[in-house]
């Protein structure tokens, strides 16, 4: 092998390693369950998780599989009523040193099938914010999120958790797990990330 050969191998693998680096992987089972939207929701959020939970338990296996699906019903106040900017949110995300995933990949080719409809991420391979832009307005913000492990990014997800909450007055529905966080409680986000 040519020592020029040797360097395309090692070219190749770094810009492979950079592009995986750049790009936030979306999974349609990961679509809004875990889910960042306005606090006028809190009543209608409290009842659903109720029946969540108590739907979950009533078809939940020993094997931890579940024997049917409920379709959840859509938010009395939607994310895009609010009219959040976002190139305000990203202004948001950048001044808390959130990096900005550069492509977002999606799972399965089919998962958006609408043209207008843009998908942004930022954050890190252990927690991942992506959002939906519609025009200049925000459709809908969710998280995906894995064990984080270092305490500097930690600070940076609390700290722009709690900003979200403050500036637009949001709250997080983990549907996975039944819990509501109030983002304008730091307490209550840094007990969710732990």
């Known amino acids: 092998m040519s020592i020029f050969r040797i360097f395309d191998f090692f070219r190749l693998n770094t810009d492979a390693a950079k592009q995986e680096a750049d790009t936030a992987t979306l999974w349609e089972d990961d679509y809004l369950q875990v889910e960042i939207i306005p606090s006028d929701n809190l009543a209608f959020l409290q009842q659903q998780l109720k029946i969540y939970s108590a739907f979950g338990e009533a078809h939940r296996t020993e094997e931890g599989f579940y024997t049917d699906i409920m379709a959840r ?15 305000t949110l990203e202004n948001i995300l950048s001044g808390h040193g959130m990096p900005k995933y550069r492509r977002v990949e999606y799972g399965n080719d089919y998962f958006f099938e609408q043209k ?15 959002f939906d ?12 999120i894995k064990q984080i492990t270092s305490p500097a990014q930690l600070k940076i997800i ?8 403050e500036s637009y007055n949001l709250l997080l ?10 983002l304008k409680d730091k307490r209550q986000i840094s007990a969710y990330l732990r």
């Open 73 to 87: 019903q859509s938010n009395p106040v939607p994310t895009t009523d609010k009219e959040f900017r976002a190139d």
């Open 116 to 130: 207008e409809v843009k998908t942004k991420a930022y954050g890190f391979k252990s927690f991942t914010l992506f």
């Open 133 to 144: 832009v519609k025009g200049e307005f925000i459709e809908n913000i969710w998280i995906n």
């Open 158 to 165: 609390t700290s722009t958790l709690y900003d979200l909450g």
């Open 173 to 182: 529905v983990d549907w996975n797990t039944d819990e509501l966080i109030d």
